[in-house]
């Protein structure tokens, strides 16, 4: 039998991936609607930067969230594909490689972004690339707080051994801060189990791929729940005066 030969993947294949565009909510239609990331730097922002966070998201600019979505997608499209073809790390450092070939043929934005997606398929390789997943099928998750809807769009929905998982990655070389990452990890949860998803908390993990590092919510986060809820009816208070 003749061996599949590892290829990389075409630029046009990975920014015809239709994920960029079924990923976020369209705000003209659910105004207080925001992306699980952008409510979490709500409840994590002092009260000024609050009101100026919800002032962008009330009045965003043209095309603004796609643009949003798509700067790491050829990192989700690939890893992903890594999954599905049941291919070796290797091959994401050969996709890594690809990327910044495609890079030194572009200038400015596009250049950092191509370099930035080539950077987070190597960290993947080296800090993931062992976890061995069947991809199942994709799911997403509205948490709904008031008359707020917080979207939550996981990277990936996996069985891991005879566990299902769903993740959440991280591309940002920057660390979050302690508060801001249980804060996420606790919305990430409740989204699954409010939608009728009962899994326990090891199963919804947020994957930090540059510091190889996996968070998941705590058992003990009622209190926190309360602080998330009460900064909730106060985006609902003042959503009419930004």
């Known amino acids: ?32 609607t925001f992306s699980l990331k952008g409510f979490v730097n709500l409840v994590t922002a002092s009260p000024r930067t609050q009101r100026k966070l919800l002032s962008s998201y ?26 599905r ?8 450092h050969m996709q890594g490689e690809h990327l910044q070939r495609l890079a030194s043929g572009n200038i400015g934005n596009t250049q950092s972004r191509l ?36 979207a939550f769009y996981p990277d ?3 069985r891991e051994g005879n566990r299902e998982k769903i993740i959440k990655f991280e591309f940002g070389k ?6 801001y990452i249980r804060i996420l990890c606790t919305c990430m949860y409740e989204s699954v189990m409010r939608n009728g998803k009962v899994l326990p908390e090891s199963s919804v993990l947020y994957q930090d791929i540059p510091h190889g590092i996996e968070h998941r919510a705590s058992k003990h986060r009622a209190r926190l729940w309360a602080d998330i809820e009460a900064t909730s009816r106060t985006i609902t208070d003042i959503w009419d005066n930004v």
């Open 58 to 83: 009330k009045h965003p600019r043209p095309g603004e969230p796609g643009v949003r979505i798509i700067y790491y997608e050829e990192c989700r499209y690939t890893i992903k594909a890594f999954h």
């Open 85 to 92: 073809l049941g291919e070796e790390p290797g091959w994401l």
């Open 115 to 150: 370099l930035h997606n080539a950077d987070v398929l190597r960290s993947y390789a080296q800090n993931f690339g062992n976890r061995n997943y069947e991809l199942l099928d994709s799911m997403n998750f509205h948490l709904m707080l008031d008359d707020i809807i917080v």
């Open 174 to 179: 920057s660390r979050a801060s302690e508060d």
């Open 1 to 32: 039998m003749q061996q599949r030969q590892p290829g990389h993947l075409s630029f046009p294949q990975i920014v015809k991936s239709p994920a960029a565009e079924e990923r976020f909510i369209a705000p003209e239609r659910y105004p207080k």
């Open 156 to 158: 990936m929905h996996v």
